[in-house]
């Protein structure tokens, strides 16, 4: 059954940095064949996918509210997936998720319910 850990969340000022990390293991097939995906959920609010990079060739899809300022990427070699959050606002405060499909999909969508393994998410705060 897939793992995943969520790390590298924090306390950050508006318009700074933060590199998510997410690190995936118990797979039985190499981590390109899996979809991962980023969500977020905001006190109060339902979860939201803002990122996913698909199987395979690795391609990528954002939400609107994070197209241009977060970047999702994997290294196979060490088993994880990464998102690279710039220009951060206080409303991209949250708990973050990564999370798996257990499928081979190229095109992959931000989608709650096409996940089925969850980490257990990582605070990200941007406050001044």
């Known amino acids: 059954q897939l793992q995943l850990a969520e790390s590298g969340g924090g306390l950050v000022q508006p318009g700074g940095s933060l590199r998510l990390s997410c690190a995936v293991s118990g797979f039985t097939a190499d981590l390109d064949f899996y979809v991962i995906g980023w969500f977020r959920q905001a006190p109060g609010k339902e979860r939201e996918g803002i990122s996913c990079?698909?199987?395979?060739?690795?391609?990528?899809n954002y939400a609107d509210s994070v197209k241009g300022r977060f970047t999702i990427s994997r290294d196979s070699a060490k088993n994880m997936v990464f998102l690279q959050m710039n220009s951060l606002t206080p409303e991209d405060t949250g708990i973050y998720y990564c999370a798996a499909e257990g499928a081979y999909v190229q095109r992959c969508r931000n989608r709650h319910s096409d996940y089925e393994y969850w980490g257990q998410g990582t605070q990200v705060t941007v406050s001044s």
């Open positions: 990079i698909g199987s395979g060739p690795g391609r990528t």
